[in-house]
């Protein structure tokens, strides 16, 4: 059975701590992702990762940066948390784009709450 | 514009009830088309996709791509309480990684 696991459920910081959020898949995907998904709004790219030590920033990258040292495990870092970084936050992964659709594998997603 | 734009809902349906759900798209270039279903906290899950053109059946689920008029349709028949969820489109070119993804559009199917 497939898996994407991230490290929380749940999670609450105060502002200006640094937090890291962890994702880990065992399927010898190339590519990682990491979302965050906000009512009325989507799903919304931050970084993506198709390889060890590669990232591209995606759409809203400000106030994150990501890690990816090993192939099965994708870190993202909040520098200083904000409030505004409130938001339940997806990680995903998939095999390298071609002509399969290559679906994204999902993990359940970490709700990160800033106070 | 966003690159892929879809209907908010939410949409409340009677048990057995046709349900409609689509999505439109801008940028041509796009030749997968993707259906994720997401319960309520969990992650979406891939239920069908379609390259280019067409339909797609799968038991009571039906995938519709009309690329003239960059229309993506998801339709679920005798619609069921189980069904109740976030429904996502998503859309990539060929050789490319990223997904552009509507914004979802959630299904609630009253017994």
């Known amino acids: 059975d497939v898996k994407v696991t991230q490290s929380s459920r749940y999670l609450v910081k105060r502002t200006g701590e640094k937090v890291f959020l962890e994702c880990v898949q065992d399927?010898?995907?190339?590519?990682m992702f990491w979302y965050r998904q906000d009512p009325g709004l989507g799903l919304r790219l931050i970084y993506f990762?198709?390889?060890?030590?590669?990232?591209e920033k995606g759409d809203i990258p400000e106030g994150y940066s990501v890690s990816r040292e090993k192939k099965e495990r994708f870190s993202l870092i909040l520098e200083s948390a904000s409030t505004n970084q409130t938001s339940m936050y997806l990680c995903?992964?998939?095999?390298?784009?071609?002509?399969?659709?290559?679906?994204?594998?999902f993990g359940p997603g970490t709700r990160l709450t800033v106070l | 514009q966003k690159e892929v734009e879809q209907d908010p809902g939410p949409l409340s349906v009677p048990e057995g009830a046709i349900v409609s759900l689509n999505c439109t798209y801008s940028n041509s270039a796009f030749q997968y088309f993707m259906w994720y279903r997401q319960y309520s906290r969990k992650g979406p899950e891939l239920l069908m996709y379609?390259?280019?053109?067409g339909n797609k059946e799968d038991g009571r689920f039906t995938a519709q791509v009309d690329k003239s008029s960059k229309y993506i349709s998801l339709f679920i028949r005798d619609s069921q309480p189980s069904d109740s969820a976030t429904y996502l489109c998503a859309t990539r070119r060929v050789n490319f990684n990223k997904f552009y993804f509507g914004s979802g559009t959630k299904l609630n199917v009253k017994p």
């Open positions: 995903a992964s998939s095999l390298k784009g071609g002509r399969a659709p290559n679906e994204q594998f």
């Open positions: 399927m010898d995907h190339e590519n």
């Open positions: 379609t390259y280019s053109s």
């Open positions: 990762s198709y390889d060890v030590k590669m990232k």
